[in-house]
């Protein structure tokens, strides 16, 4: 809850980093890029006006998400994505992660205490002891 902005909606949350990013694309193409991305992690899209507080844990966890992936990124680095989430909401959240990675190459780095986590998402493992490995 502490990365999503309680004044701002969800549309401009997600829509943040493209106007950052990628200045050049006109509104239509942005609004474009949050409708499919909107579908694809399961924030329906009439939930585009509406602030951070009225959602859910997992339903939070889809909007950054969707705010992270928006921009196509080749490598996403996500220190304890999904700690606050129980089990079952944690499984979904990566297997969002699972799917994109499938669809379009990024790489990810996983930082996590968590060696559920790893078994169910890395293909490769580093474990730090007092910062060395």
Known sequence: MSS???RMTVADIILEPLRQ???????????KELHEV????????DWAARYPHAFSGGQRQRIV???????RPKLVIADEATA???????????D?????QNRYG?????ITHDIATVKYFCDRMVVLEKGVW
């Open 96 to 100: 969002l992660l699972i799917e994109y």
């Open 4 to 6: 999503l902005n309680p």
């Open 65 to 71: 998400i969707a705010r992270a992936l928006i921009t």
């Open 38 to 45: 909107m579908d694809w992690v399961g924030v329906h899209r």
């Open 21 to 31: 990013l990628k200045p050049e694309m006109t509104e239509e193409e942005r609004k």
């Open 84 to 94: 606050a989430l129980d089990v079952s909401l944690r499984s979904r959240a990566l």
């Open 106 to 110: 990024t790489s990810f780095i996983l």
